[in-house]
């Protein structure tokens, strides 16, 4: 008999975590890393340590699914910061050259433990959530702790309302004037790099860019399918809270 301790998705609670959020993460998305990893980092790693050896194959439902990697590759992100907090960015530079080695490591090491297999946060994202799921949402929810990333939620998603909370963040980081802003003056469209490395996605339930951002729009700018788009710097500094 298989002595491993399986925990079954119906039995995965993500109380843990959406407390954990709630206590460290503001409505900007900032988080307190100074806080947590003084306060509750060992909450959060013993919370990833139970969901270790959970049976996967017990999900009967996709946004069940939907609901949990996105919630663990935000925890592992996360939990990766506070290993190694104080950090100003996940992409340090080195005699102000970037230090891909370190930034590559960050996003690619296979160390995050799932149902007994070891993942990668870049398998999770384009592996499983990109290629699994037909939700270009995901790309407002997915945060890599970084200014430039969407808004961390300061809750948990759930199986029964991830949906719902995608539709949420898409209206928010498209409302935002730091991710998408146009310039009336020259007619040109400014966003996020997201849509640029992500554009396939976006495409897959619009004809073009701009025509995905309009339909979240809540600003009433003339951008139609052939607006220029121009893409913003993105912002690797952490998203950690300051003043404090």
């Known amino acids: 008999m298989n002595s491993v301790f399986t925990v079954t998705v119906a039995m995965i609670n993500f109380a843990t975590w959406d407390n954990l959020l709630s206590q460290y993460v503001d409505s900007q998305g900032r988080v307190n890393y100074q806080a947590w990893k003084g306060e509750s980092s060992q909450s959060l790693n013993q919370w990833l340590a139970e969901l270790e050896e959970m049976d996967i194959h017990s ?4 946004d069940e699914q939907l609901a949990l990697w996105i919630n663990l590759y935000n925890a592992f992100t996360i939990a990766s910061i506070l290993e190694h907090y104080p950090i100003a960015s996940i992409q340090p530079k080195l005699f102000g050259v970037p230090n891909w080695i370190a930034f ?7 160390t995050h433990k799932v ?5 990668s946060l870049n398998h999770i994202e384009h592996n499983i959530l990109r290629r699994e ?3 270009p949402r995901l790309h407002f929810a997915l945060v890599c702790a970084s200014i430039g990333c969407p808004l961390l939620r300061n809750g948990a998603y759930w199986s029964k309302s991830v949906r719902t909370q995608l539709e949420e963040d898409a209206i928010r980081f498209i409302n935002n004037p730091d991710k998408v802003c146009y310039d009336s003056q020259t007619q040109t469209l400014y966003c996020s790099k997201i849509f640029k490395w992500y554009r396939k996605d976006f495409l897959k339930v619009t004809p073009s860019v701009p025509d995905y951002i309009r339909s979240y729009l ?6 139609g399918s052939n607006t220029p788009i121009a893409y913003l ?3 690797w500094a952490l998203n950690q809270q300051t003043g404090i």
């Open 233 to 235: 710097d993105y912002d």
């Open 218 to 223: 809540k600003s009433d700018f003339p951008i």
């Open 133 to 135: 799921f037909d939700e």
């Open 115 to 119: 149902a007994g297999r070891y993942y």
């Open 104 to 110: 590559l490591w960050f996003f690619y090491r296979p």
């Open 59 to 62: 999900m009967s439902h996709p």
